[in-house]
């Protein structure tokens, strides 16, 4: 069964720093991974999704890369807000399923 | 732009009732999945559904039955209530094979107490 880690649970950065949130996964057979935000008392957001054929996606701010042969996903944050606090979540794709890991819940403090 | 919303949004209950949370999606993905959210657990996926009238279990399905009669609706019941089904369950669609509509969206969820 695939087994989703993201280390560590929580993160607290000053206002404008640049961060990366980690993401490791056991079984390299996957069909995609995806990052998703989750605000309290919310449902999650999708904010990348990258392709097992890819190596990261960007948007915006976020950069999210896969390495998919070591089983390692990074989402990075570059010039962090206060609005981006929240549970930042990542999910791998197997072939009906998605296994998500328990998230690491940002704090940026103004 | 309704996207996809569950109801109810909260729900208290008591143990051995029958229960069925509600999932509507406006976009005519395909896939629809339901999840639970619990402490410790992360998201759990109880069941699916690939279209309409295909449905198949996800990895904690036992105490719960979905339908898929519509392509837009995914009902969840929980036909005899117990307490461990306390959670937060979220809905959630996708289009797979579809580029970008691979992403999953989410409901809002709903907040479920079992006394």
């Known amino acids: 069964k695939q087994e989703v880690t993201q280390i560590p649970a929580a993160l607290s950065v000053p206002e404008g720093e640049n961060l990366v949130l980690n993401c490791s996964f056991t079984?390299?057979?996957?069909?995609?991974l995806q990052w998703f935000r989750q605000d309290p008392g919310k449902g999650l957001t999708s904010l990348l999704l990258?392709?097992?054929?890819?190596r990261e996606q960007t948007s915006g701010r976020l950069n999210a890369s896969l390495d998919k042969s070591s089983g390692r996903s990074t989402l990075y944050i570059a010039a962090s807000q206060p609005g981006d606090s929240a549970t930042y979540l990542c999910?791998?794709?197997?072939?009906?399923?998605?296994?998500f890991g328990t998230g690491t819940r940002l704090t940026v403090i103004p | 732009d309704a996207g996809i919303t569950q109801s109810p949004r909260y729900k208290i209950t008591e143990t051995g009732r029958q229960v069925t949370l509600m999932c509507h999606q406006t976009?005519?993905?395909?896939?629809m999945f339901w999840y639970r959210q619990d402490l410790g657990h992360g998201l759990r996926l109880i069941y699916y559904?690939?279209?309409?009238?295909?449905?198949d279990k996800g990895e904690v399905p036992d105490g719960y039955v979905v339908s898929r009669s519509k392509t837009e609706n995914f009902p969840l019941t929980l036909e005899s209530a117990t307490r461990s089904q306390t959670s937060v369950y979220f809905c959630?669609?996708?289009?797979?094979?579809?580029?970008?509509?691979?992403?999953?969206?989410f409901g809002s969820g709903t907040q479920l107490s079992v006394l």
């Open positions: 959630a669609s996708s289009d797979k094979g579809r580029g970008t509509n691979e992403k999953l969206f």
């Open positions: 079984d390299s057979a996957i069909y995609n």
């Open positions: 990258i392709q097992s054929s890819q």
């Open positions: 999910a791998v794709n197997g072939a009906n399923n998605l296994f």
């Open positions: 976009w005519s993905h395909s896939y």
């Open positions: 559904s690939a279209a309409a009238d295909i449905t």
